[in-house]
């Protein structure tokens, strides 16, 4: 391989393997595994990048890629994954939202990073890819391989399990910072 091709792979690679990794491992829910499907992911989009049709993004179609070999390896694997129990969701107070507004950057991110931690697979991708990745829910759709429609109501629910996702000892520490 010359060297501006290795360049060019590496610079894919340091672009596009964190946000791989995040989506890998809240799906598979663990680092070696979630690791090596980011690895196999690069792999398949090399090795079928003669099928990229560029009628969306790279990275639309690089995370379709991540998203659907975790999948796969959950589905091999069996493993399952537990849902958050909605009673306890009902049961706490919401967080006002003014009030994070008005939190330093550093605490909004490390409490919005526990709270993300706390969602499920789906819920946890539509939002990152939305809000991180400002990807539409057009382009959303094509990596997970749900209707446009149904990813507002999923990105609607993941927004209120996030807030609700915040354990009452990160509310109390709210508290202490307004």
Same mark, same amino acid.
């Given at each position: 391989?010359?060297?501006?091709?290795r360049?060019?792979?590496?610079?894919?690679?340091?672009?596009?393997k964190?946000l791989?990794?995040s989506i890998?491992?809240?799906?598979?829910?663990?680092?070696q595994?979630?690791?090596e499907?980011?690895?196999?992911?690069?792999?398949?989009?090399?090795q079928?990048?003669?099928?990229f049709r $560029?009628?969306?993004?790279?990275?639309?179609?690089?995370?379709?890629i991540?998203?659907?070999?975790?999948?796969?390896?959950?589905?091999?694997?069996?493993?399952q994954?537990?849902?958050? $129990?909605?009673?306890?969701?009902?049961?706490?107070?919401?967080?006002?939202t $003014?009030a994070i507004?008005?939190?330093?950057q550093?605490?909004r991110?490390r409490i919005?990073?526990?709270?993300?931690?706390?969602?499920?697979?789906l819920?946890f991708?539509v939002?990152?890819?939305f809000?991180?990745e400002?990807?539409?829910l *057009?382009e959303?759709g094509?990596?997970t391989? $749900?209707?446009?429609?149904?990813?507002k109501?999923?990105l609607?629910?993941?927004?209120? *399990?996030l807030?609700?996702a915040l354990n009452?000892?990160?509310?109390l520490?709210?508290?202490?910072?307004?």
């Amino acid at each position: 391989m010359n060297p501006d091709k290795r360049e060019h792979y590496a610079s894919i690679i340091d672009q596009y393997k964190d946000l791989a990794y995040s989506i890998a491992f809240k799906i598979i829910k663990n680092e070696q595994d979630a690791e090596e499907i980011v690895q196999d992911s690069f792999i398949k989009a090399f090795q079928n990048f003669h099928k990229f049709r $560029n009628d969306s993004k790279f990275s639309t179609w690089f995370y379709r890629i991540v998203f659907n070999t975790a999948i796969s390896t959950t589905r091999k694997n069996r493993i399952q994954t537990t849902g958050i $129990n909605e009673e306890l969701i009902d049961s706490r107070e919401s967080v006002d939202t $003014n009030a994070i507004q008005n939190l330093n950057q550093l605490d909004r991110k490390r409490i919005i990073k526990k709270g993300m931690e706390k969602l499920d697979a789906l819920d946890f991708t539509v939002i990152t890819l939305f809000y991180y990745e400002s990807k539409s829910l *057009k382009e959303i759709g094509v990596i997970t391989g $749900n209707d446009r429609n149904y990813l507002k109501v999923i990105l609607q629910r993941a927004r209120r *399990k996030l807030l609700n996702a915040l354990n009452d000892s990160d509310k109390l520490e709210l508290k202490k910072l307004l």
